[in-house]
């Protein structure tokens, strides 16, 4: 038998696997398992131990090394020499980039520090990477702060209500339930982990409803499919209120325990028969009916009905309304009697996050500082506005991390104007040279999260999770809480806090104070790397709604203040062709742009892989409205209306209902033949509530493209 010499243990790998938490803007937070070898990150697997991963991701972050050793990957500061959006730059050194930058926002804060604003959104949504070092330094200058609103804020407004907190039903009870209606939501491409959970409810013999105008891969597989128009799921949820008050299917002890404003209700819903509902949502009358019923009887015979209510129902102009309606069905049937039942839109405020450790908002008091809000949503005209007493100060200085604005934000042309602006001093700090970093005066490398370390809450489970960091930093890519940390010592600010390292900031991300996290221990996370909050397995079985008055509240006075209905009711879209005959002789055809299945928003468009698989930007059409314009499937086509135009490849296919046009998203600009995305037409209008954008709510026409 041969002996190891010294050279032969040289060469032998060393392979070691750590645990991590995936960064992405997505509902399910996978736990992962990186294998390194000889501190290469050679595979990211999913936890087979953890109950919500169970072992499977996404193909796109089975796929993250691809990301991360990508040839693109941006590995040192780069300053900018060619024009704003050219993409031309040279490197320089770390200390030049944060002397520049730490010398421009000193000299703009001697002004008035309001000039400045950050942006940034969920690129990572690691509590720790995300808006902990970043909010504790904008906050000590007093800089803007950020309405961040792109995603989620209509919805999770309605839904606070109605419901008091976005609790809902937990993701692990969902294979318990006999009904389930998918409403506005693809989970087989942005919530994986839920679908699997509905499969698991298929085989067990529950009845799967999807509601959304476009038969996505996930309606496709559904037992029924509800293709109403966009835009009129409130006057949906009100047909089936009406309907099952009209049958009496309804809980009548759950109703008179824990809910308020059932006879108002009851008044409010009585003119929205089947047939009037059907009308608005462009379905038959029978459907609305037949969806009550189903729901209704279900709750009667004692099963579990259940609903995931997603985002893409809830942006158009009544976002906001369309999730409270909804959300007041599962009470008026007593659904919450069962762990199973109910309904979930998002997790996030079941985890006691520790914001005011994390971002330090007592510096804005501390410095009597009460700085203005700027809306993320509208960031193209904000950009463009002039100083005045009503705005305040014109943006002179835009730090951008965590988001890609110039690709995501609605409105493009508006957007990339503003970011255009010679006097704007732009930072972006970012993984790739992204439409966005093409504008910014200075782009500084991030790491990604193989190699950071990071304490994640999730929005689709209740799972906290620890990431550890599995490499070295690739380049001199830093993460943003150190760049942060470089930035606040130059600009002077000597806080303890700004020396704290991610661990110390991690240890503290949950508050141990509140009962759910009260067993959080940051060295036993990142040990196991997840571990489950301390919730009852069904929230509202005994009522105890977070409401003003402890009900679920059919009736909001929180409402009536805001200047809103204090009832459920319609609000139709700002576009379509009921609401707006006049614009739709110019632009018939509703168009939506929700989320391709191999990127995440615009995250993982330039991972060769990944875009092979979609291709390339298409837009999918009915035969009839084709056959209307003489148009093909493969036919390259122009999309416009009044705020912009984008080509796209042609697919004829019954998937887009009548009058409708669908462009799965969200393509990098600079990678697509035109240079332009789907938010060339989107418009910066705001939501009834939430103050969110109304991206798929938008009318265009389409013709072919001129060759
Ligand atoms: N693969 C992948 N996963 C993702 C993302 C991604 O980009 N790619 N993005 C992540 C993020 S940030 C989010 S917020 C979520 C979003 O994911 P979801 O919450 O699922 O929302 P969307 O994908 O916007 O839309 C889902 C479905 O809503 C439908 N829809 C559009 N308009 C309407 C309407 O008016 N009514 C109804 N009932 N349905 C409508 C669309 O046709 C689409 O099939 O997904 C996350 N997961
Ligand atoms: N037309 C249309 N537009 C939409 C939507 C739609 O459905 N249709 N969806 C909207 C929704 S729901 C959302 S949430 C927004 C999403 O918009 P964004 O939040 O901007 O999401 P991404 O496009 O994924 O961009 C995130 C960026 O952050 C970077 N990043 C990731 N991790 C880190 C890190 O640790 N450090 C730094 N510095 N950077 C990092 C990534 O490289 C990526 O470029 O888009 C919205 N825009
Ligand atoms: S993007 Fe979503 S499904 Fe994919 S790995 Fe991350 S958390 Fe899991
Ligand atoms: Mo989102």
């Not at 007592?362 to 193209?380: E, H, V, Y």
């Not at 005994?542 to 009536?560: D, I, N, R, V, W």
Request: glycine share 8%; net charge neutral.
């Amino acid at each position: 038998m041969k002996h190891l010499g010294f050279d032969d243990i040289m060469t032998i790998a060393t392979t070691r696997t750590i645990r991590a938490a995936c960064p992405h803007d997505c509902p399910d937070t996978c736990a992962l398992l990186v294998t390194v070898t000889d501190g290469v990150a050679t595979e990211v697997r999913g936890d087979p131990d953890h109950p919500t991963t169970a072992g499977v991701l996404c193909t796109k972050v089975a796929r993250y090394t691809e990301r991360t050793y990508h040839k693109d990957r941006l590995l040192h500061p780069l300053k900018r020499i060619g024009n704003k959006g050219e993409g031309k730059f040279v490197q320089i050194s770390w200390d030049e980039a944060i002397a520049t930058i730490a010398g421009r926002l000193g000299e703009i804060a001697a002004r008035n520090p309001q000039a400045i604003l950050p942006y940034s959104y969920a690129g990572t949504m690691g509590l720790v990477q995300g808006e902990s070092m970043a909010m504790r330094f904008f906050n000590r200058i007093g800089a803007s702060l950020l309405d961040r609103t792109i995603c989620a804020s209509a919805g999770g407004t309605g839904y606070k209500y109605t419901i008091g907190a976005r609790v809902g039903t937990d993701l692990e009870q969902f294979q318990n339930a006999k009904l389930i209606l998918i409403w506005g939501g693809n989970p087989i491409a942005s919530n994986l982990h839920f679908w699997m959970r509905a499969q698991e409810a298929k085989r067990r013999g529950a009845k799967l409803i999807a509601i959304d105008p476009y038969r996505s891969l996930s309606a496709d597989k559904c037992h029924q499919h509800i293709a109403l128009l966009p835009g009129t799921d409130s006057a949906l949820a009100l047909g089936m209120m009406h309907v099952l008050i009209a049958e009496d299917l309804l809980d009548h002890d759950y109703i008179a325990q824990y809910t308020l404003g059932f006879e108002q209700l009851k008044q409010q819903v009585s003119s929205w028969t089947p047939q009037k509902t059907a009308e608005v949502c462009g379905i038959g009358a029978d459907e609305v009916l037949e969806l009550a019923r189903s729901y209704g009887a279900a709750a009667q015979r004692g099963e579990a009905a259940a609903i995931r209510v997603n985002y893409g129902l809830q942006r158009v102009r009544g976002g906001g309304m369309a999730v409270r309606n909804i959300t007041c069905l599962p009470a008026l049937v007593g659904a919450w009697r069962h762990a199973a039942g109910g309904v979930q839109l998002s997790t996030s405020d079941s985890f006691p996050k520790n914001n005011q450790f994390l971002q330090r908002p007592d510096f804005l008091l501390k410095q009597g500082m009460a700085p203005r809000t700027i809306n993320m949503s509208t960031i193209g005209d904000d950009l463009l506005r002039e100083a005045s007493p009503e705005f305040g100060p014109k943006i002179e200085a835009l730090i951008v991390y965590n988001s890609n604005p110039v690709a995501v934000a609605p409105e493009s042309g508006a957007v990339a104007r503003g970011f255009a602006r010679e006097d704007l001093f732009t930072v972006v700090l970012e993984h790739f040279q992204t439409d966005t970093a093409d504008y910014a005066d200075i782009v500084l490398p991030a790491t990604t999260q193989l190699e950071h370390v990071d304490a994640h809450s999730a929005y689709g489970h209740l799972y906290m999770l620890a990431n550890n960091a599995a490499i070295t930093p690739l380049g001199e890519a830093k993460p943003n809480t150190e760049i942060f940390r470089l930035l606040a010592a130059r600009m002077g600010f000597d806080d303890a806090c700004f020396r704290e390292t991610d661990d110390e900031i991690a240890a503290q991300a949950f508050d141990r104070k509140n009962e759910r996290a009260i067993h959080f221990d940051w060295d036993a996370l990142k040990q196991k790397g997840w571990q489950k909050l301390n919730v009852p397995d069904a929230p509202f079985a005994h009522g105890g709604f977070p409401t003003p008055s402890g009900k679920c509240e059919f009736y909001s006075a929180q409402m009536l203040k805001d200047g809103l209905d204090p009832l459920p009711t319609y609000i139709a879209p700002y576009e379509s062709p009921a609401s707006n005959p006049q614009l739709a002789r110019k632009y018939p055809l509703a168009m939506i742009s929700p989320p391709a299945r191999n990127f995440l928003n615009s995250s993982f468009v330039n991972v060769k892989s990944l875009r092979d698989t979609e291709g390339e930007p298409h837009l999918d059409m009915h035969p009839t409205d084709a056959a209307a314009r003489a148009l093909a499937s493969g036919d390259a086509v122009r999309i416009y209306n009044d705020r912009g135009s984008f080509n796209a490849r042609l697919r004829v296919t019954d998937k887009a209902r009548i009058g409708l046009v669908v462009g799965l998203s969200i393509w990098w600009k600079k990678m697509a033949s035109d240079g332009k995305n789907a938010n060339e037409v989107t418009s910066q209008r705001l939501t009834d509530m939430g103050r969110a954008p109304t991206f798929y709510d938008v009318l265009v026409e389409v013709e072919k493209a001129p060759a």
